[in-house]
């Protein structure tokens, strides 16, 4: 079992930034793979960012690529999403997934573990 938490997140404006945070516990954070979703109101779950267990592989929305990292530090059980240039299509829930195969899939199906999520509102 893996048990997540998000936070970070927040109401900003247009052009501004937010990092997200996912606190891990659980089990071995270092073996599994992490990605960040969204989920605006009336719209389905999106794949926003996904990196590998071991760093070596990360993967991006297209709409994010450019404006949004995602990283980990496993000595502290944590991933980040730092999002920059922030527009109001950015707006919604957001949520940090572990996937034990270790890999950073795109497809949500891939991902075991789901934390509640986090609003970001992005106002223009």
């Known amino acids: 079992q893996v048990q997540l938490v998000e936070s970070g997140g927040g109401s900003v404006q247009a052009g501004d930034s937010l990092k997200l945070s996912c606190t891990a516990s659980g089990r071995t954070f270092s073996g599994i793979a992490v990605g960040w979703f969204r989920q605006a109101p009336g719209k389905g779950r999106e794949f926003v960012a996904a990196?590998?267990?071991?760093?070596?592989?990360?993967n991006y929305a297209e709409s994010v690529k450019g404006r949004f990292t995602i990283s980990r530090d496993n000595a502290k059980n944590m991933a980040y999403l730092q999002m920059n240039s922030l527009e109001p299509e950015d707006a919604a829930v957001y949520y940090c997934?572990?996937?034990?195969?270790?890999?950073?899939?795109?497809?949500?199906?891939?991902?075991?573990?789901w934390g509640r999520g986090t609003q970001v509102t992005v106002s223009s």
């Open positions: 990196i590998s267990w071991n760093i070596h592989s990360t």
């Open positions: 997934a572990a996937n034990v195969n270790g890999r950073s899939d795109t497809e949500a199906d891939e991902y075991d573990f």
